[in-house]
């Protein structure tokens, strides 16, 4: 059975950084494509960035330059590293694996397996 499990949510402050991070297992992530997704609280969940099998990374406008994505391989791990925090961030973040071949994109539908996600809550 694949579980995908998010850390390092938690409560900061604007300007702060932060790094999440989503271990996989029961399934090796080498040839997926991964993704990280938020929803604030009564919003839509939407798309914040994305890696490739190759590494190629994608992000959402408003985050690009603070924001980062990558990948441990050898940790079957997917990281984003959050940096100039700002309240508008505050959001549930989620993972999520792409299993099928294939693009990653911004597309919910993109990806087939969720992680249950992990807080993060940036005071102003």
């Known amino acids: 059975q694949v579980q995908l499990v998010e850390s390092g949510g938690g409560l900061v402050q604007a300007g702060s950084s932060l790094r999440l991070s989503c271990t996989v297992s029961?399934?090796?992530?080498?040839?997926?494509?991964l993704g990280w997704f938020r929803q604030a609280p009564g919003k839509e969940r939407e798309f914040v960035a994305a890696i490739s099998r190759k590494d190629t990374t994608y992000y959402a406008d408003s985050m690009k330059g603070r924001f980062s994505i990558s990948r441990d391989n050898t940790r079957n791990t997917l990281y984003l590293q959050m940096n100039s925090l700002k309240y508008e961030d505050t959001a549930i973040y989620y993972c999520?694996?792409?299993?099928?071949?294939?693009?990653?994109?911004?597309?919910?539908?993109?990806?087939?397996?969720w992680g249950q996600g992990t807080q993060v809550t940036v005071s102003s």
């Open positions: 999520a694996v792409r299993t099928r071949l294939g693009q990653v994109g911004s597309r919910q539908d993109a990806y087939d397996l």
């Open positions: 029961g399934r090796t992530l080498s040839r997926d494509g």
